[in-house]
Every structure is written in C-alpha cells, then in structure tokens.
C-alpha cells in the first residue's frame, strides 16, 4: 500500500491525475473506473484543463462508473449520469460509446445489475478511481454482515442518505436505493486509486487501513489489494498510524 499525504487540496488532485494521465499516456486505450462525489472532482478539472490543453485524449479510453441512484434518470442534476456529464465527459474528447455507467432508471433494475456485470467480465478496470464513505462504503457497498462481489441493488444506509441529502432540496428526495458494482469487481482492478479528503472522513480512514479487513467496514478489504494507492490531506489522514 502506498499512501502519500498532502497539505493542499490542489497537490493531492495534481497528484491524482498526473498519476492516471500517465497511465493513459502509456495506453490510450485504458479502462477507468470512475467515482462521483466531491473527492474525485478536483482530478476531473485537471483532466478538463490537460484535454483543452490537448495534452491528453480521452478519444480511446473506456469507462465504468461505480453506481448510479435508481429511480433517477440521467437528466436528473443527482444523477451520476449528470454528474459525469457535468463534471467530466462533456469537456473532454470521449467517445460516449465508451462510457458505462449502471442504469438506475432501467424499468428492471435487476436486469441492469445483470447487464452491467456482463460488459465487467470482458474488460480489466486499469485504475479504479474510489472515495469512501464516512460510514466506510466503497461505491455505494454498505456496511454489511456479508458483501456482495458483483453489480447489485443496495438499499442505501440512513447515514449515507443523511450524507448525501447536502446536493438534494431535502433528505426525503435523496433515492432509497442504488446500483453499485460489488467489491469483487472493484478488488479486480489492476491498479486501485483512493482519494480522500477531510476531517470527516479520519475515522474511516483510519478504519478502512488501520482495522481489521471486515465486511462492516467495506473500504478495510482494499487492504487485500496488491497495488493500492492513497492520497490523503492532512485532515484526512489525522487518525491514521
Ligand atoms: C457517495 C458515492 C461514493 C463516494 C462517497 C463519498 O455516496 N456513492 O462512490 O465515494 O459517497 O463521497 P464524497 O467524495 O462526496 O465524500
């Protein structure tokens, strides 16, 4: 595990995209795995500024985002399908048939979990993006007795409902259930890239890689990767050893 600390927002998210533009620049046809959330958004302005600068294209590289609410269609401004748009795709040069993100408006959503996990069974995720939650969760996988490998509808904790309601008008709007790809196909990922910033989050950092590997602490099994990498700020890292 390698995990580096930062005093500024600004290096930890240069840092981040150096770290997967690099990647790219090695193989312009890599798979991302993509994250939502404010952690990641600072990476993503950076991609947007190396795309305008035309320092790195996009044009060849595949996506898979980790989850998407159900019930919210991609217009909707919660949706991670908009987010994504918002944040990253419509700046940058992606061929949008490359981009994958699990249908959480799909009339079955079962049948959306099935579908998502056939497209993950033909590729290997280069590097997987990932925030964390404060309760733990990696995607949207929960704190649980037992944790789910592939693509599932999770029924989401109060907690992170209570979380996540600071982007919607009130809590009662935020939706009651995702899709999240499960942690086997996160675990799979060649390459595993963490990002987590603020006091919030101490508790579950210092969980997730100080504690015991448990499922009530979803992110702690990133310890089993061989080649995880995290980036922290000061106030994230406070109650690490
Ligand atoms: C959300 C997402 C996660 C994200 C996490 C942290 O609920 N489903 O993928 O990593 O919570 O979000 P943030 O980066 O806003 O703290």
Redesign the pocket.
Known sequence: MNIRIFKSEHELDAYGADFIASRVKENPASVLGL??????IGIYKQFIALAKEKKLSFKEVQTFN??EYIGLSPSHPQSYHYYMQMHLFKHIDIDEAKIHIPKGDHPDPEQACTEYDQLLEQIQIDVQI????QNG????NEPAQELISGTHIVELDES?RK??ARFFESIDQVPTH?I?MGVGSILKAREILLIVKGAS?AEAVHKALNGPITTSCPASLLQTHPNLTVLLDEDARRLLK
Request: glycine share 18%; proline share 5%; net charge neutral.
């Open positions: 994250a939502t959330g404010s952690s990641p980790l989850d990932l925030g964390i939650g969760h990696i995607g949207f992170t979380a996540n995702a999240t989050k």
